[in-house]
């Protein structure tokens, strides 16, 4: 049986870039049926006219001066990263935008 | 509005073309994190915890960005959002390293606005919106793709027209408008070379009374003049594709490269089931507000743009159109000029010493150079310019000295004499080299005597040259023809 | 060591020096390894960073700061350069930051000697330490029983004795509901008063930096010294650093109770603790006064809506390009990343990305994140109405005492709810502290588990709260008990 939110999850696993096995894909399918259905009451709230509240603080222009900092030195920028080539970050082969 | 009768049926097709320019700003440093916004650098050396996405870095806005791009805002006469907000654009590739672009969604920090073409015709603007540029991707060494991130977070405003364009022209002119004020205003160096403007075209044809067709966004132009290529050729490639019988090659909406050896436009990507961004408000960004006072203020400092120029020119120191364009599409041309006109009070003159001579000589040396590079101030030319006025100098000696002003930066008036062109304006000396001039010269005597006063041209080019230019031209005239008179 | 004042104090007098402090905690990290509250120790960083302070203080240098000597744990979300950042997580083993968060920076200026990272749920998700990629942590007051979440590591260090003072992060009570659990003070500043660079992002619109301690005075010290205006943050306040306040009694301290916190599903022995700390309260001078913070019912929900989206985003910069472990997948960029994050997150942590990319996603969005974040205000107006008639909020911290190892997590909607009394004042970004008051008997008998109590104060109002709470604490004796595991102090 095929779950409701199964191409929810899916669909999210693709935007997210998550590989998920398909044994998997119905165990969080179920996890999203439970955990949505907890959070239903949510959506029943009457919101009209309120303003969405995006940050716990109200804060405005917070803003720097347009004057330049040290970069980091190359080595310690590239050290933790999984390859490197020639002063680069190396990927697999794409192509722009296919990813 | 431009139509288009295909070659096949004769049917007529409207072209509906938009564009989204990105425009790097020109600030010293990115717009979230200190690091310097320069190009060409070592790769991955103008990098720090922030723009590479190190896990907890925090962005923190550039002040000068968004003073940058108000003035693109008020410089294109668009609706400023007294309050704006950064969103979160969400989606992953090697050289986005935050894993979202911090871009404005639905509340850009402004709206409408617009750009007059010389016909007259608006091109309206949608909105211009802030945002960050990505790394760079570079796919043609070796066998894996690498990234340098020295571009990612460099402050950038799309501006994004109406479908207002039906043909390459108008978006060539569009494209050179844009640029010309982003430039004149100092927000953007605005070269496709370097990649601070880049241009995407969004392209669709129609007939006479038809809704939208289906939109093909062109990507990879890097200059206006391919801009103007890949429309032209993508406008006959869809009316192909629409009047071939078979369905399934009509236009699909998607992404073309534009092939710039070929000249043709090809698929890059089919847009799945168009991205899903979710684009949210970024929490680690508060709202950005602008008073009216803060508007104002831009509005005032703003310099006098490139149209306005160009009218001015031709009114008030009556230069022909072409004259007023060259001057007045760039500011340090422009301001060059108009102050060089305040010391000689000659407007035409200096336009055509600045146009000939100046910006031929600063076009030698590479497209990079800058007028005042030359080292001849404004008030140096006018200075020649009255040295001329004044008979001091002759015109062709006037170019000399130029080009020596340019080689030594010394001023006119110590080089006519260091190079002795000083114009000989005494009598007897000129009286001995028209004596000369005339030596042999019968024929030409007797033809202006005859009335054919263009023979007197060659008897003066003969004084010149004895006098090696510095013979002022029209007393030689005089005496010449004094003792033409005489001569019989 | 439980006192970082008397601490320092001793050191400062002599009868110790910094290294003896850094061998003795070392020591006591071996010895209670079986908390698994901490995560791999580097200890000659440790060691040559004592032998600094021990020579700074001989050679007179400088006044020594407010921490001296003292060692602080920190949880593996907070960077410190060249020193491991996992965040609990498989995807970051190795990584080692470029840079040092402002929080760690200020305790090294304060002249603390940051210890060891602690123990966590993987990016600060969950309520129990249980998902942490490495171990669970264990309650050092039964072991069978978790720590709370997600700052367990922490929470249980100090709590065993092993540091004085330890910072955690709180998004939804990820140090108050460990404090609780663990029964040490637990305090949540001001959303805005402490700075977030360098702590790695979970919920950004709600995490904070807050610390643990043995006492709300030694919670007070090291919050002095990390809050407090950063130009790396644009959501930190420019408000000067949180500073020490006090109040010589509790006489006319207006309590607004809510209602909805002592609802049904409170367990009946934290309810009895917490109205036996209430009526100590009344006693000292407090008055009651009852309130209704009526959106309190869809606080978890909110919570989870909000903090979940904010991760789906925060977490997609974990892609294999720049740091941490890469798995190749089929070889694409795709694959790469696909393969990499499949590998590199828990369940839980991909429980979270993918709700909070369908609550963000085209068509879900306004139903969703869009409402939650008009919910939000709706709470956070609740809290704005409630300060007009009393000057803090107190509730229980947790409705239940701690739970044993394995008890929820297979339900995420049960271990969810273990939020609900934490999330309202995340969701306002209000200034809360949880600190012991008391311990009961677990249900079958065999451990006695501390209770806490929650202390919610008005925007800003973080020295008023501190004060109140510690003029409780300087009349009563709960912050007093300790786990009856706990070894004796370190050199005393």
């Not at chain 2, 799309?158 to 100092?186: C, H, M, W």
């Amino acid at each position: 049986m095929t779950n409701e939110n199964t191409p929810a999850v899916q669909k999210c696993a693709a935007l997210a870039r998550l590989q998920v096995e398909p044994e998997q894909v119905e165990r969080l399918a179920e996890d999203f049926d439970r955990i949505l259905d907890a959070f239903r009451g949510l959506t029943e709230l009457d919101v009209s006219g309120v303003k969405p509240m995006t940050g716990a603080l109200d804060l405005q222009d917070i803003v720097r001066a347009d004057e330049p900092r040290p970069s980091l030195e190359r080595e310690r920028l590239l050290a933790p990263a999984p390859k490197v080539e020639d002063g680069f970050f190396a990927v697999p082969k794409t192509v722009d935008g296919d990813a | 509005m431009t139509r288009v009768i295909s070659k096949q049926s004769g049917q007529t097709w409207f072209p509906v073309i938009g564009l989204e320019v990105h425009c790097q700003l020109r600030t010293r440093t990115k717009l979230f994190c200190g690091c310097a916004n320069e190009f060409g650098a070592e790769p991955n050396t103008q990098v720090c915890p922030v723009c590479s996405g190190q896990p907890g870095a925090l962005p923190v806005m550039n002040s000068r960005a968004l003073e940058l791009a108000l003035r693109a805002a008020v410089a294109l006469d668009c609706d400023v959002a007294p309050w704006s907000k950064f969103d979160r654009k969400n989606y992953f590739y090697c050289d986005l390293p935050k894993g979202y672009q911090i871009s404005q969604f639905d509340r850009p920090y402004c709206t409408g606005g617009g750009i007059e073409l010389a016909s007259g015709k608006r091109i309206a603007l949608t909105r211009i919106h802030l945002e960050d540029d990505a790394g760079k991707a570079i796919h043609d060494r070796g066998p894996d793709t690498l990234v340098d991130l020295n571009r990612a977070g460099i402050p950038l405003i799309e501006s994004v027209t109406e479908p207002d364009l039906t043909n390459a022209d108008e978006a060539f002119e569009y494209l050179t408008r844009l640029k010309e004020i982003f430039q004149y205003i100092g927000a953007s160096d605005c070269d496709m070379e370097k990649g601070s403007l880049r241009c995407d075209v969004n392209i669709s044809v129609r007939l006479e009374g038809e809704e939208l067709r289906t939109k093909v966004e062109l990507k990879n132009l890097n200059s206006f003049r391919n801009v103007k290529a890949a429309i032209d050729y993508e406008i006959q490639r869809q009316i192909e594709a629409w009047e071939n019988p078979d369905e399934t090659a009509h236009p699909v909406q998607e992404t073309r490269l534009y092939d710039t050896n070929r000249g043709v436009t090809r698929t890059m990507r089919a847009k799945e089931d168009a991205h899903d961004y979710r684009y949210f408000p970024d929490p680690d960004l508060p709202e950005l507000h602008v008073s009216a006072e803060q508007l104002e203020r831009i509005r005032r400092e703003l310099p006098e743009l490139p149209a306005a120029r160009r009218a001015r020119y031709a009114e008030q120191f009556e230069l022909s159109e072409y004259d007023a364009s060259v001057l007045a599409s760039e500011r340090e041309v422009a301001d060059y000029f108009e102050l060089a006109v305040r010391g000689s009070g000659r407007a035409k003159e200096t336009a055509n010493w600045i146009t000939n001579e100046l910006l031929s000589a600063r076009n030698e040396r590479g497209p990079e150079t800058k007028l005042e590079e030359l080292g001849v101030s404004a008030e140096a030319l006018a200075e020649m310019i009255e040295l001329i006025a004044a008979g001091t100098l002759s015109k062709s000696a006037g170019r000399k000295v130029l080009a020596a002003m340019i080689e030594t930066g010394k001023r006119a008036g110590v080089l006519v004499v260091e190079l002795g062109l000083e114009q000989v304006q005494d009598t007897g000396q000129l009286e001995e080299w028209c004596r000369a001039a005339l030596v042999g010269q019968d024929k030409a005597i007797a033809d202006i005597r005859d009335g054919q006063q263009k023979a007197i041209g060659a008897l003066i080019g003969q004084v010149m040259k004895a006098s090696a230019g510095k013979a002022d031209p029209a007393k030689a005239r005089e005496i010449l023809l004094r003792f033409v008179q005489e001569h019989g | 060591m439980r006192d970082a004042h008397g601490l320092r104090q001793s050191i400062l007098a002599g009868e110790r020096t910094v290294l003896d402090v850094a061998r003795a905690t070392l020591a006591s990290i071996d010895e209670r390894a079986d908390l698994n509250a901490f995560l791999p120790v580097e200890a000659e960083p440790i060691l040559e960073r004592a032998r600094e302070l021990d020579e700074s203080l001989a050679r007179g240098a400088a006044e020594p700061g407010a921490l001296f000597g003292v060692p602080v744990a920190l949880k593996a979300n907070l960077a410190y350069e060249g020193r491991e950042l996992t965040c609990g997580s498989r995807i970051l083993s190795g990584y080692r930051p470029p840079y040092t968060s402002t929080v760690v920076q200020r305790l090294l200026d304060a002249g603390a000697l940051p210890i060891a990272t602690t123990n966590m749920d993987e990016f600060a998700m969950g309520s129990s330490g249980e998902n942490s990629a490495f171990a669970p942590t264990l309650n050092p007051w039964a072991r069978d029983y978790t720590p709370g979440g997600s700052s367990s590591g922490s929470a249980a260090s100090v709590s065993a004795g092993i540091v004085p003072l330890a910072l955690g992060s709180d998004t939804g009570g990820s140090v108050r509901q460990p404090a609780a659990l663990c029964g040490v003070t637990g305090f949540k500043p001001t959303f805005g008063r402490v700075s977030r660079y360098g702590l790695v992002a979970f919920g950004s619109s709600l995490d904070q930096v807050s610390p643990f301690a043995n006492s709300v005075r030694d919670a007070e010290l090291i919050a002095n010294c990390i809050s407090g205006a950063d130009p790396m943050d644009s959501t930190c306040l420019e408000h000067a650093p949180i500073q020490p306040v006090e109040r010589a009694n509790l006489k006319g301290l207006r309590i607004g109770l809510p209602a909805e916190a002592f609802g049904d599903g409170l367990d009946a022995s934290v309810r009895q603790k917490v109205e036996a700390a209430i009526e100590a309260l009344c006693e000292l001078g407090a008055e009651r006064v009852p309130i209704s913070l009526p959106h309190s019912e869809h606080a978890v929900a909110t919570y989870y809506v909000v903090a979940t989206a904010e991760a789906s985003s925060n977490l997609a910069r974990f892609d294999g390009v720049r740091f941490g472990a890469r798995q190749e997948g089929d070889g694409s960029l795709a694959g790469m990343m696909g393969a990499t994050r499949a590998d590199g997150f828990g369940d839980e942590v991909k429980r979270r990305i993918l709700l909070g990319t369908h609550v963000l996603s085209s068509g879900y969005y306004e139903a969703w994140y869009g409402r939650a974040q008009r919910v939000r205000r709706l709470i956070h107006d609740d809290y704005r109405r409630a300060f007009e008639s009393c000057d803090v909020v107190i509730c229980p911290t947790s409705p239940t005492p701690a739970f044993r190892l394995g008890e929820r997590k297979a339900d995420p909607v049960a271990m969810y709810l273990s939020d609900v009394l934490t999330v309202p004042a995340s969701l306002a970004g209000l200034p809360a502290l949880s600190i012991p008051c008391g311990t009961v008997s677990s249900d079958s008998g065999d451990a006695n588990l501390p209770v806490g109590l929650q202390w919610i104060g008005p925007a800003l109002g973080d020295e008023s709260l501190l004060a109140a709470a510690k003029a409780f604490q300087s009349n009563t004796d709960f912050h007093l008990a300790t786990p009856p595991l706990r070894r004796e102090q370190a050199g005393a």
